[in-house]
């Protein structure tokens, strides 16, 4: 189920980006956290809570319309859960085509086109990849 934990390299960078995430909220002290001075992983965090606000936010993607995310509160089911999203889409630039274009792989597609109708800007889009593919 967990297809996220496949390879060890995504154990390893979903490690990083929890401890990330728990130094950006605050809850662990960032004087104790071992990568306290990785500001690489601490600039993914913050691109993936951003991501997650255009995911959630109704006026931007109001994408829990359709997708369920783990721990998300009355998401719908239109559209499939997104689970395992880095094993499943390796190609992060296909991953950006499918939220720009989705007609592009289905023709009939109930999923908004949100980069084609200008629904989100390109960094919209692109803090949007980074947070789906923690998904
Ligand atoms: C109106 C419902 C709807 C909304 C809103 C919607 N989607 Fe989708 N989405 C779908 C459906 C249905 C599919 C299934 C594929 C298809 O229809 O071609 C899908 C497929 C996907 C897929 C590929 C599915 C997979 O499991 O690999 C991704 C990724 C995705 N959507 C992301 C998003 C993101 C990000 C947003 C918000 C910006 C969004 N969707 C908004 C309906 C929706």
């Given at each position: 189920?967990?297809?996220v934990?496949?390879?060890?390299?995504?154990l390893?960078l979903?490690?990083?980006i929890?401890t990330?995430?728990?130094?950006?909220?605050?809850?662990?002290d960032a004087?104790?956290?071992?990568?306290?001075?990785?500001s690489?992983?601490?600039?993914?965090?913050?691109?993936?809570?951003?991501g997650?606000?255009?995911?959630?936010?109704?006026?931007?993607?109001?994408?829990?319309?359709c997708?369920?995310?783990?721990?998300?509160?009355?998401?719908?089911?239109?559209?499939?859960?997104?689970?395992?999203?880095?094993?499943?889409?390796?190609?992060?630039?296909?991953?950006k085509?499918?939220?720009?274009?989705?007609?592009?792989?289905n023709?009939?597609?109930?999923?908004?086109?949100?980069?084609?109708?200008?629904?989100?800007?390109d960094?919209?889009?692109?803090v949007?990849?980074?947070?789906v593919?923690?998904?």
């Amino acid at each position: 189920m967990l297809r996220v934990f496949e390879s060890v390299n995504n154990l390893l960078l979903t490690a990083g980006i929890a401890t990330a995430l728990l130094l950006a909220t605050g809850l662990v002290d960032a004087q104790e956290g071992a990568i306290a001075d990785n500001s690489v992983e601490a600039e993914l965090a913050k691109r993936i809570e951003t991501g997650r606000g255009v995911f959630e936010t109704r006026r931007k993607g109001n994408c829990l319309s359709c997708h369920l995310v783990i721990g998300s509160e009355l998401p719908g089911n239109a559209g499939p859960p997104l689970i395992g999203m880095q094993a499943r889409w390796p190609d992060r630039e296909a991953l950006k085509a499918q939220i720009y274009d989705p007609t592009l792989r289905n023709p009939d597609t109930i999923m908004p086109p949100y980069g084609l109708h200008r629904m989100l800007t390109d960094e919209e889009l692109d803090v949007l990849v980074d947070y789906v593919l923690s998904l």
